[in-house]
Nanobody, 126 residues
Framework: QVQLVESGGGLVQAGGSLRLSCAAS????????MGWFRQAPGKEREFVAG???????????DYADSAKGRFTISRGNDKNMVYLQMSSLKPEDTAVYYC????????????????WGQGTQVTVSS
């Protein structure tokens, strides 16, 4: 069956960097929109970044305003791997980060994602 497994979370100081990884298995995800969402304590889950097939073997990226200029989403050569490089981290980035897959092209809506990982905790200390 389909599985998404996140890794790479941890504790980092403000201004630091982390790289999250997501390994997707049990299907072919090259044409899926792959996204990263996060949920902070007491808040709703929100879209962070997504990567969608563009043409050939290239992918385009979309970002929430909070992630623009600081986060970079990418796919591995094996299109079933997705990464989120996070830099200039802030305490408000503290959340559980989820990897998800959607058959809906370019969606940033949680309801369009039908496969989810279990999440990885990112904690940014001030």
């Amino acid at each position: 069956q389909v599985q998404l497994v996140e890794s790479g979370g941890g504790l980092v100081q403000a201004g630091g960097s982390l790289r999250l990884s997501c390994a997707a298995s049990g299907g072919t995800f090259s044409r899926y929109t792959m996204g990263w969402f996060r949920q902070a304590p007491g808040k709703e889950r929100e879209f962070v970044a997504g990567t969608r097939w563009s043409s050939g073997s290239t992918y385009a990226a979309d970002y929430a305003d909070s992630a623009k200029g600081r986060f970079t989403i990418s796919r591995g050569n094996d299109k079933n791997m997705v990464y989120l490089q996070m830099s200039s981290l802030k305490p408000e980035d503290t959340a559980v980060y989820y990897c998800a897959a959607s058959p809906v092209y370019g969606s940033g809506l949680e309801k369009d994602y039908n496969y989810w990982g279990q999440g990885t905790q990112v904690t940014v200390s001030s």
